[in-house]
Structure formats: C-alpha cells, structure tokens
C-alpha cells in the first residue's frame, strides 16, 4: 500500500514545493505503474493536466480527464488506476490544522454552514474558470529557477481554500470543510468503514485517525467494544463472503480485495469462522453452515 503523499515527496517523477506540512506537487504517472493501491495521511485536491485516470472507492468508481478536479478526504485508501501514458496532475496537500487557521484567520462565514454529511472517499469538484485559473498559476512556480517564498506559498495555499469557501458552488466540500473546523480528530467510525479492506497495519490505521497507537486502541474499544484486529478480521471475512456471492472474481483476487495478507491466511480464517473452506463458499453459493449467521 502507497501513502501517496510520502511517496510524491521522493518520487523522481514528480516537482515539489514545500512549505511546513503544505505540499504542491507536478506528478507524471510512472510507466511502469499503472495501477496501485494509495493512502494518505492529509487531504488533497487533484486536478488533471493530461491524460486520464479512474478513482475506485468502496462506494464508486470516478474518471478524471484533463481539465477536471477532485478532493480527497484526509484518512483514505483507493485504487488508483492511470489509463493513458501521457497522465499528468498537480496535487496540493493540505493539513486539517491549516485549514482551521485559514477559517479562524478570515472568519469565513461558509464556514458555519449546513452541518456535514457523510460522502465519499473522493468528492468531485465543479469545473470553473476560478479553479482552472487557480492551477494553471501554480504551474508557473515550477519552471521558476528558485522556489517561492514560504509567506507567498502560504497565501496561494489560502487563495485555494478561499476561493472554494466564499463561492457559491462546491457545496458537498464546504459541508466536509465545515466539519474539520468544528472537530479536531477525524471520526473513527468513518475512517474504519470506509477502510477495512485495506490491508494496513494497526499503525497506520491510527495514523489515518490522527491519534497514537494507544490512544486509537482505546478509543476504538469505547466505540466497538472490541479490539481494532478482531473487529478488522470480522469486517473482512464478512466483505470476502458477500463477493463470492456476488462477483466472479477468483479466490486470490477476493483475498486482496478484502484487505488479507495473503491466500493462505484468507483460507484459514475463513474455515474458522464459517466452518467451511471459500472454495466449497464458492461451489455452493450463498450456502452456509448456520454457525456462520
């Protein structure tokens, strides 16, 4: 799995400027990976140059073609498919603590506006000549001999967050901006549904909720009366059970899609909990023992 910000601070195929924990990046898609798995640990907004890329989420599955945009929820995982060799995007990596600062600092009233509703992993943005106008001055940054100034990359940073907030479009965002404002920790409950089938570590889970290791555990217990690992293993073997019976896809491919280490460890959990191996699942479709209800 890919954290997707870590991985454009040393990539040689991306152009970086860097202030604080703010990141603007020109990423030119690799050829030799088309397709990968990614999270990230801080939200991002995306907007294509060239070329064409498919977003799959657990709820949806998104083209971006040149021109469009999107925003991606900090403390999210998805697979991330490029489909024409030419693909390039700028991205811009922007920390919950910096869009409360932008908030409290111009006291934006979109702010205070209609309570959050939960939404996708991606949230599609509203082409319009604001935003185009926005990205295409960034590009003039990355041709320049030496970087900008960090008061001068801050001010771009807020011209981007501004320009969402005070116009009268991009209505889902502003809700999710909304909600990082009125909280300061992610929700829990959110980010583990909307990521059980990855295959992360206990650390990294915690990292998507911006919480230590021990502090996510206990938290994790107040709201699921179990520990992060069974809760993880159970939510698994349930997604695993619901694509044998609804998808042609094959053992192996089932193990990964439901976030397994591997075949192996897929099998033997799934005969612990259902008594009865995923290939026999398969061949009998929809047929369990009752100890598996």
Partial sequence: MINMQEYITTSPFAKKIEVDDLLFAEFKCPLDEKKSNIWWHNNFFAHVLSGQTVLKTPKQEYILKAGDSAFAKKGSVLTHNYVQEDFCELLVFVPDDFIRSVSQKYEIGAMQGNRYESSDTVILLETNQVLESYFQSLLIHFVQAAPPHPPLLKLKFEELLLSILSGSSHTPLKNYLSEVCRTTKPSIREIMDLNFFSNLSLEEFSRLCARSLTVFKKEFYVIYKTTPGRWLQEKRLEYSRYLLDTTDLS???????????????????????????????????????????
């Fill in 251 to 293: 053992l192996d491919e089932i193990s990964l899609e439901s976030g397994f280490e591997n075949h192996s460890h897929f099998n033997r959990v799934f005969k612990n909990k259902f008594g009865i191996s995923p290939g026999k699942a398969r061949s009998t479709k929809n047929i369990f023992p009752k100890t598996a209800q």
